[in-house]
């Protein structure tokens, strides 16, 4: 940003041109510098000498703070405006012929670093499923960049019931992610992610899924590809996921299919 003097730098990853109505938009030329910025068009402008690629903002963006206080200021004035960076701020600045640059990011190497958009439910979803994987470009688990977070006081995890005296009632848990404070009493979770607190109940069966804080699943109950939000009580015999018809009755269902069940809903 230093170096090339400029108003202002925008991060910008590069991507399918596919992926254009879903963020905004960066066109730059062979320099770098930003000659358009377009909040999530049908028909984007891509990289020069790449027809099938776009640059997508990161929404990250580096000011000069002279600069960002009077753009602020003026834009606060506008009855016009939207008030947002990526619809009015960065637009008018391109119109006043000040300069903005793109950052390509990526590392010493040129590789592509990690960056997700997750703007969408879809995108939130797969973003989450990643995480899951063997060896995630994203590892929560990486000892040479540990993430530092809060973490609730809940006690460890457990699983009860070996299927030794009812057959069928197994507490198992296969390719997840399980948070503190989970009890899997019973029931079968496979490639899910439980945040704190979750309990999973006798004969239940969670797959492809990402449930919230302390979520209960009642028993019998069959969630797939689904998105739980905080504080939902799943009852007995539910299923979630498996009719998707069924399921836009109750719930939201997003595009490739991910039925979300709103925090706090009550389900009867």
Known sequence: HREQN????VGVVEMDKSKSKHLGVVEADAAG?????YEKPAEPKTIPGKPD???GSMGIYVFNQSVLMQELLQDSKSNKSSHDFGKDIIPQMLKKGMKIMAFDFR???KNEEYWRDIGTID?????????????P???????EWPLRTFQEQYPPVKTVHAGDKEEGRV???LDSIVSEGCVVSGGRVQRSILSPNVRINSYSEVYDSILMESVHVGRYA???RAIIDKDVSIPQGMVIGYDLKEDKKKFFVSESGIVVVAKGTEIK
């Open 6 to 9: 400029a108003d202002l730098t």
């Open 33 to 37: 510098r930003v000659t358009g910025f």
């Open 53 to 55: 690629k776009i640059y």
């Open 107 to 109: 590392d010493k190497n």
């Open 123 to 135: 995108a939130y979803y797969e973003a989450n499923m990643e995480l899951i994987q063997v060896n």
């Open 137 to 143: 470009t994203f590892n929560l688990y990486d000892q």
């Open 171 to 173: 507490g198992l848990v």
């Open 222 to 224: 069959k969630i797939k």
